[in-house]
């Protein structure tokens, strides 16, 4: 009895502490921007007249700039949303859009374009034409994001049909376009990618976390319908992708966006991967970069502060109050503004970790999200707080504020007829860029259902483990250790890669059977950073790997001695 009121009392004051402006701008806004979204796709949409069935535009916009175009990103991006949507039971009315997404994305995987045929690399092709030909213009190309989420996409509806038992649709109709987007995956994933913004030409943390998911439900649905001969290939590129995921982490405490481009690093890329393979099952794990582990609150709280003093909208707000942010704090795109989707972004990764406190009935902190939760407590310490504690209390209320702090800067500057474009004014929040983005209205969505408690399906990453020795979270690397940067020079043939193995248990052991995977990004500079114990000599060699093949380097081994403190670059050539 006591039990129950003090419950009801918990639910009560929760309600409370939520934002009374957040809730009745999701009332208003919510159906607006699903009308928005609908309008965009074909062959119905009011605004995307044109686009074939499914087609989704990525805005009506025909000039400065010209978005109506459909992008593999956004469609995907937008059809989960729809996806989840539907398979969750929050709108029943959306089946069949998703048909007609599944029909328009079997015709598209087919079209031959400046990436190549289907067989040649055309699945990295980031945008058609809305009557399903090739865009044959100039363009950033390939974007190795697409393939991976668009089966995201569709596995989420294959796993819902299998629920239905839809088995032969789902073996004969979907299965052939996962499998198309996947063996791209796993076959190029270890090549460079502009990345989602379609500027930088490296390697990509979106790109790869995007990918790794793709990967881990293939081969879980693989198994589901008895299509096992893809896991074995699947499964290993799947624990590369995770290995190398690991390395866009930095010691300065956030993740690195691209490992090209020159820039801070600091960029909305990285949190809209820890959103989009969120799974509440696999609660705060760092591996995978949940919303709540410590890496992405760490990463989270540079982002958003990298952007309170490049926007004047932004000025005089507090550090504990959320702010308008955009794609990465350089940007100069069509005046280099906040993004509505990168703000609800933000948002959305709070949210999401809230559900998963409250779910687990506590919350850690570590010392590298110590930051991010002092902001919040300035007493706080590290240390786990179950949900029965006033610290549990003070940080989860001072978060849920915050993340309803950026719904409310989306709120304010929402027009009122709820129209949402690209971009809004750094300087006055005026509407900017391209006019309804599809993808806008997506986020404002999905940043709404995870507000509400809503979990989507679970992919996969609870309880994956990763011995690729390169170290993420807990502090880049801990006590004792510093984080060596290996380059080689490497000549490879298609098929071959570069790895590396050594005299220590971070690198194997001398093992070549685990050796690690180096990146070709910036081929034929081959790379990877590992964590190795400082002050240590330490004899490693390279080794070129082909399927069973394995050709080391020539004798001597390397050697290096590891400095006692900070980060060490070794810049060698294949022998
Ligand atoms: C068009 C791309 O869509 C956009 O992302 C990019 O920032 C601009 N080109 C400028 O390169
Ligand atoms: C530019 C964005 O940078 C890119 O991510 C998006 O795919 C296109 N616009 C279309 O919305």
Redesign the pocket.
């Known amino acids: 009895m006591l039990l129950t009121v003090l419950y009801s009392f918990l639910v009560v004051h929760n309600a409370w502490a939520q934002s009374s402006t957040v809730d009745a701008y999701i009332s208003t806004e919510s159906p607006l921007a699903k009308a928005g979204l609908l309008a965009n796709i074909g062959p119905s949409g009011s605004k995307s007249s044109g686009a074939l069935s499914g087609i989704v535009i990525?805005?009506p916009s025909n000039v400065n700039?010209d978005?109506l175009?459909t992008?593999t990103?956004?469609s995907a991006l937008v059809f989960q949303t729809i996806i989840d949507q539907f398979t969750l039971g929050l709108d029943t009315t959306l089946r069949s859009e998703i048909d007609n997404y599944v029909g328009a994305q079997a015709i598209i995987q087919q079209v031959s374009n400046p990436s190549g045929t289907i067989t040649t690399g055309g699945l990295g092709e980031?945008?058609f034409n809305i009557d399903e030909t090739a865009f044959t213009g100039a363009w950033g190309r390939p974007q190795r994001d697409g393939p991976a989420l668009r089966s995201n996409a569709l596995i989420t509806w294959a796993n819902y049909l299998l629920t239905e038992d839809n088995t032969t649709y789902v073996t004969n109709t979907l299965w052939p376009i996962i499998q198309n987007d996947l063996n791209y995956v796993a076959e190029n994933w270890n090549q460079s990618t502009y990345d989602?913004?379609?500027?930088v030409d490296s390697s990509s943390f979106f790109t790869t976390a995007v990918q790794h998911r793709s990967l881990r439900q293939g081969v879980q649905l693989a198994n589901a319908i008895s299509q096992t001969s893809v896991v074995s290939s699947w499964t290993a590129q799947a624990e590369n992708l995770l290995c190398f995921l690991q390395s866009f982490w930095n010691t300065a405490g956030y993740i690195t966006a691209n490992t090209g481009g020159g820039r801070s690093g600091k960029d909305a890329n990285t949190v809209l991967a820890s959103i989009h393979t969120f799974d509440a099952a696999a609660g705060c794990d760092a591996l995978t970069f949940q919303p709540c582990s410590d890496v992405a609150l760490s990463n989270l709280l540079t982002y958003v502060d990298a952007f309170r003093s490049v926007y004047s909208i932004n000025s005089g707000i507090a550090e504990n109050s959320g702010v308008a942010t955009g794609?990465y704090p350089e940007d100069s795109?069509q005046g280099g503004n906040p993004w509505y989707l990168t703000t609800l972004a933000v948002a959305e990764l709070l949210y999401d970790s809230l559900t998963v406190w409250n779910a687990q009935g506590s919350l850690n902190v570590t010392s590298l999200s110590l930051p991010f939760f002092q902001v919040f407590d300035s007493s706080v310490t590290v240390g786990s707080y179950a949900s029965s504690t006033s610290t549990f209390t003070t940080l989860t209320a001072g978060i849920q504020d915050y993340a309803d702090a950026f719904v409310e800067i989306v709120a304010k500057y929402t027009p009122s007829d709820g129209e949402l474009s690209?971009q809004y004014s750094k300087t006055d929040g005026s509407q900017l860029s391209?006019v309804d983005?599809?993808?806008s209205y997506a986020s404002a969505l999905t940043a709404f259902d995870a507000r509400a408690g809503v979990i989507p399906a679970s992919w996969g990453a609870k309880g994956l483990t990763s011995t690729c020795g390169i170290s993420t979270g807990g502090g880049g690397g801990g006590a004792g250790t510093v984080a060596v940067t290996f380059n080689v020079d490497a000549t490879t043939v298609f098929g071959e890669n570069i790895y590396i193995c050594g005299s220590v248990d971070a690198l194997q052991n001398w093992d070549p059977n685990t050796a690690l995977l180096l990146s070709s990004a910036d081929y034929p500079i081959w790379s990877i950073t590992v964590n190795l114990p400082a002050s240590t000599d330490i004899q490693y060699k390279y080794v070129r790997i082909d399927g069973s093949s394995i050709t080391w380097e020539s004798d001597p081994n390397m050697e290096i001695t590891t400095p006692a403190s900070g980060t060490y670059i070794e810049n060698d050539t294949w022998r």
């Open positions: 990525a805005s700039p978005y175009y992008w990103r956004d980031p945008k989602l913004w379609e500027e794609r795109y690209e391209a983005l599809t993808w």
